[in-house]
T-cell receptor, first 113, second 112 residues
Framework: KAGVTQTPRYLIKTRGQQVTLSCSPISGHRSVSWYQQTPGQGLQFLFEYFSETQRNKGNFPGRFSGRQFSNSRSEMNVSTLELGDSALYLC????????????FGQGTRLTVV | DAKTTQPTSMDCAEGRAANLPCNHSTISGNEYVYWYRQIHSQGPQYIIHGLKNNETNEMASLIITEDRKSSTLILPHATLRDTAVYYCIALLNNNAGNMLTFGGGTRLMVKP
């Protein structure tokens, strides 16, 4: 079966712009989580959506937001980009969000210049 | 979720077993031990998980001590493709929200 698909794979944006990243989970998976990975901070949890509702949120500013659609696809948005937002953004999907093995996408590499 | 401690890096010869330790001395009785790995520039990949019994699958074996304060991930015949960062995570199996907390992990270098 198809894995978790994230688009785009690479993105370059200018400071102050906004960006939207997309994640298509594995068919049948209703939970989508987003993570930010940087060399300095490692892998950090952003938020998790289940059945179009945000259930958990990490410690990130309000510039980071997300949503989930009825087909379980999810988007995350970052407004007013800062240089420090340059990172690999990963999404993970699972069946219900209660803990089973999460399947990760390849990530979107965002560079803010 | 319990904190885990792993060595920063390890080397292993190709074809030999790689034994990656993890300390989780504060783990509670209903927390599972999960292992993931991340190959450079890819998303993390699930390897194996267990509660108290040893587990084996096609990728690896997981040995959990009787007191559950530590565990070892074993890659029986390491290949160059196993070079990656390995993360050990302890969490409740019903942790709604997939709120994984990854520590620093162990950077495994498999050498020819």
């Amino acid at each position: 079966k198809a894995g978790v698909t994230q688009t785009p794979r690479y993105l370059i944006k200018t400071r102050g712009q906004q960006v939207t990243l997309s994640c298509s989970p594995i068919s049948g998976h209703r939970s989508v989580s987003w993570y930010q990975q940087t060399p300095g901070q490692g892998l950090q949890f952003l938020f998790e959506y289940f059945s179009e509702t945000q259930r958990n949120k990490g410690n990130f500013p309000g510039r980071f937001s997300g949503r989930q659609f009825s087909n379980s696809r999810s988007e995350m948005n970052v407004s007013t980009l800062e240089l420090g937002d340059s990172a690999l953004y990963l999404c993970a999907s699972s069946v219900t969000g209660t803990w089973t093995e999460a399947f990760f996408g390849q990530g979107t590499r965002l560079t803010v210049v | 979720d319990a904190k885990t401690t792993q060595p920063t890096s390890m080397d292993c010869a190709e074809g030999r077993a790689a034994n990656l330790p993890c300390n989780h001395s504060t783990i509670s009785g209903n927390e599972y031990v999960y292992w993931y790995r991340q190959i450079h520039s890819q998303g993390p990949q699930y390897i194996i998980h267990g509660l108290k019994n040893n587990e084996t699958n096609e990728m690896a074996s997981l040995i959990i001590t009787e007191d559950r304060k530590s565990s070892t991930l074993i890659l029986p015949h390491a290949t160059l493709r196993d070079t990656a960062v390995y993360y050990c995570i302890a969490l409740l199996n019903n942790n709604a929200g997939n709120m994984l907390t990854f520590g620093g992990g162990t950077r495994l270098m498999v050498k020819p």
